[in-house]
C-alpha cells in the first residue's frame, strides 16, 4: 500500500509539472514554487521533473507538423529546461535529453533548423555544470547526426556539426585523440626516386633547350 501511495502520489506531481511546463510564460518562479511544494526528497522531485519535460516533449512530436512554429516549440521547452536547470529544479543533463529524443524523431531538414539553438547556446554547454553532465550526449547525439547525413549531399550541416564539436571540446578531448596508435595502412604514397646522373642529364637537356630558344631568336 505505500508503494502504491508513493507511486500515485508521483504520477499526480509529474502531471502538475507538465501543466506547470506547458503553460510556462516566462515566470520560472512559478514552476520553482510547483518544485518547491511538491512532496518527496529533492533527487525524486527532480526525477519527476525530467519526466515530466519528456512527456510534454512526447505532445510537442506528436503534435508537430514539420513547421518552424513546431521547431521553435521544441527549442522553448530546450530553454526551459536549462533555466530550471540554472535554478537547482532539474538536473543538468535534462536539456541533452530532450534534444537527443528531438533529432530521433524528426527530419533532417527540421534537425539543421533546430541545431541553432546548440550553436548558439556554446556558452551554456561549456559551463562546468552542464558540460560534465552532458558532453558525452552532446558528442553521441552529433555523431548520430552525421550517420543520417550525407557528406556529399548534406556538406554544410555536416560542416556546421564538425565546427561545433571543435568549439565545444578542447584539444585534450580524448575522443578526438588517437590513444591506441591506430593507423591507415592502404594509404600508401608512392615516391619515384631518380639518380644523381639522370637529374644533371635533365638539368643539361633543359640547358641546351634554352641556349637553342636563345640561337632561334638571334637570327
Request: glycine fraction near 4%.
Given at each position: 500500500?505505500?508503494?502504491?501511495?508513493?507511486?500515485?502520489?508521483?504520477?499526480?506531481?509529474?502531471?502538475?509539472?507538465?501543466?506547470?511546463?506547458?503553460?510556462?510564460?516566462?515566470?520560472?518562479?512559478?514552476?520553482?514554487?510547483?518544485?518547491?511544494?511538491?512532496?518527496?526528497?529533492?533527487?525524486?522531485?527532480?526525477?519527476?521533473?525530467?519526466?515530466?519535460?519528456?512527456?510534454?516533449?512526447?505532445?510537442?512530436?506528436?503534435?508537430?507538423?514539420?513547421?518552424?512554429?513546431?521547431?521553435?516549440?521544441?527549442?522553448?521547452?530546450?530553454?526551459?529546461?536549462?533555466?530550471?536547470?540554472?535554478?537547482?529544479?532539474?538536473?543538468?543533463?535534462?536539456?541533452?535529453?530532450?534534444?537527443?529524443?528531438?533529432?530521433?524523431?524528426?527530419?533532417?531538414?527540421?534537425?539543421?533548423?533546430?541545431?541553432?539553438?546548440?550553436?548558439?547556446?556554446?556558452?551554456?554547454?561549456?559551463?562546468?555544470?552542464?558540460?560534465?553532465?552532458?558532453?558525452?550526449?552532446?558528442?553521441?547525439?552529433?555523431?548520430?547526426?552525421?550517420?543520417?547525413?550525407?557528406?556529399?549531399?548534406?556538406?554544410?550541416?555536416?560542416?556546421?556539426?564538425?565546427?561545433?564539436?571543435?568549439?565545444?571540446?578542447?584539444?585534450?578531448?580524448?575522443?578526438?585523440?588517437?590513444?591506441?596508435?591506430?593507423?591507415?595502412?592502404?594509404?600508401?604514397?608512392?615516391?619515384s626516386k631518380h639518380s644523381d646522373t639522370e637529374t644533371k642529364q635533365k638539368?643539361?637537356?633543359?640547358?641546351?633547350?634554352?641556349?637553342?630558344?636563345?640561337?632561334?631568336?638571334?637570327?
Amino acid at each position: 500500500k505505500y508503494f502504491g501511495a508513493m507511486s500515485s502520489q508521483s504520477l499526480e506531481t509529474r502531471q502538475s509539472f507538465a501543466q506547470n511546463i506547458l503553460q510556462f510564460q516566462g515566470d520560472i518562479s512559478q514552476l520553482q514554487e510547483a518544485f518547491q511544494q511538491a512532496p518527496g526528497q529533492e533527487g525524486d522531485k527532480k526525477s519527476i521533473i525530467e519526466q515530466s519535460f519528456r512527456d510534454v516533449l512526447k505532445e510537442l512530436i506528436l503534435k508537430s507538423d514539420k513547421s518552424s512554429q513546431s521547431v521553435s516549440s521544441f527549442i522553448d521547452l530546450v530553454l526551459l529546461a536549462v533555466k530550471c536547470a540554472e535554478i537547482g529544479i532539474c538536473y543538468h543533463s535534462v536539456p541533452f535529453l530532450l534534444l537527443s529524443d528531438v533529432f530521433d524523431c524528426i527530419t533532417l531538414d527540421l534537425c539543421e533548423n533546430l541545431f541553432d539553438v546548440i550553436e548558439n547556446q556554446v556558452s551554456t554547454w561549456t559551463d562546468p555544470a552542464f558540460f560534465s553532465s552532458g558532453k558525452i550526449l552532446l558528442l553521441r547525439m552529433c555523431n548520430d547526426l552525421l550517420r543520417r547525413l550525407s557528406s556529399s549531399q548534406n556538406t554544410v550541416f555536416c560542416g556546421r556539426i564538425q565546427l561545433f564539436l571543435a568549439r565545444l571540446f578542447p584539444l585534450s578531448e580524448k575522443s578526438a585523440l588517437n590513444l591506441m596508435s591506430h593507423f591507415n595502412l592502404e594509404n600508401v604514397t608512392t615516391f619515384s626516386k631518380h639518380s644523381d646522373t639522370e637529374t644533371k642529364q635533365k638539368q643539361n637537356s633543359e640547358e641546351e633547350g634554352e641556349e637553342e630558344m636563345e640561337t632561334d631568336e638571334g637570327e
